[in-house]
């Protein structure tokens, strides 16, 4: 299972306490958090927001189909990125900032070209990423792909 720490812990070596219904996390004796047991499946993930930093909690407004509906303003191409790159994740928020990036690449270089990109990228892959989408628009484009 995976348990949120406050954002300025990550990394840090830990102490747990588990009792059958709390998880206690401390660092250096102090308790720094705590969460309900999570039981089930493996792989559950128990997140507060307040352990985030400020900058990652603007995207818990965020759902993803916010992201494809944007996607979809582009076009066909963009949208089927967005998606695979959502489905990447064991967890479709993880997925957030990439496809915020994505889709800001449409300001820095134009929808269209953004879109001719990610036409491209999914010509070699079924799941293009955005570090290949921002790869494809930053090289210098051959005459067949004119992005």
Partial sequence: MNY??????????VDVRLTKSIVEVFYKNMRICSHKRLYGHKGQ??????HMPENHQKYLKWDGNRFIEWAKSIGPNTTITVKSILASYKV????????M??????????VSRLEAACEKALYYTPHPSYKSIKNILQERYSLKWRL
């Fill in 4 to 13: 949120s720490v406050p954002y300025e812990y990550i990394k840090q070596k």
């Fill in 92 to 99: 479709e928020q993880q997925g957030y900032k990439a496809c």
């Fill in 101 to 110: 990036g994505l889709l800001k690449l449409g300001d820095k270089y134009s």
């Fill in 45 to 50: 993930y128990s997140t507060v927001e307040a």
